[in-house]
């Protein structure tokens, strides 16, 4: 299973606080004092300086990772990726699973006996003309079309997640 993003980003935001903090202390034991006017200075090119830039650049730009996720989530309505990764995953089900179910409404039409609502007597380009069939192959072909139409929006949402989380991680 995979971390959440929005916890993986606070703990790194967190630790480049840290550092930063160690930073500035260390940045301050090389600092001087200027006698006249007791202002305390640091050498414009200290390594931790630089450091220091470097990383609340970092910490701003996960900041901004951070919200354009949580946003996201609260455009599709998730909590988590998680969530989004199941309903892939229920859709997939769905457009795997509906031309099975509708074979196997299929077979037992074709195998349950007359008495039962089946059509044992009918070839089978005659039994998928049967209305008992047909109201199966559209109940199946809705539960295709609305997988279909679920991914068209998921599979974008999951691409844009993953750019963000793969950035998030390179930070």
Do not use: W
Request: charged residues 30%.
């Amino acid at each position: 299973m995979a971390t959440e993003p929005i916890p993986m980003i606070e703990s790194k935001v967190s630790r480049i606080a840290d550092e930063i903090a160690a930073l500035r202390v260390k940045a301050l034991g090389a600092s001087t004092i200027d006698p006249k006017t007791g202002a305390v200075k640091v050498a414009s090119d200290s390594p931790e300086l630089k450091r220091v830039s470097d990383l609340q650049s970092r910490s701003s730009r996960l900041a901004a990772i951070k919200a354009e996720i949580a946003g996201i989530f609260q455009a599709v309505g998730i909590e988590s990726r998680q969530e989004i990764e199941e309903r892939r995953r229920n859709a997939e089900g769905d457009l795997a699973g509906a031309p099975l179910e509708a074979f196997k409404h299929f077979k037992m039409l074709h195998e349950l006996p007359k008495g039962n609502g089946g059509h044992p007597d009918l070839l089978p380009s005659d039994l998928v003309k049967a209305e008992a069939y047909q109201k199966v192959e559209r109940e199946q072909r809705a539960r295709m079309d609305r997988a279909t139409a679920d991914l068209e929006k998921i599979n974008p949402v999951m691409a844009r997640l993953h750019a963000l989380i793969s950035e998030a991680n390179s930070l």
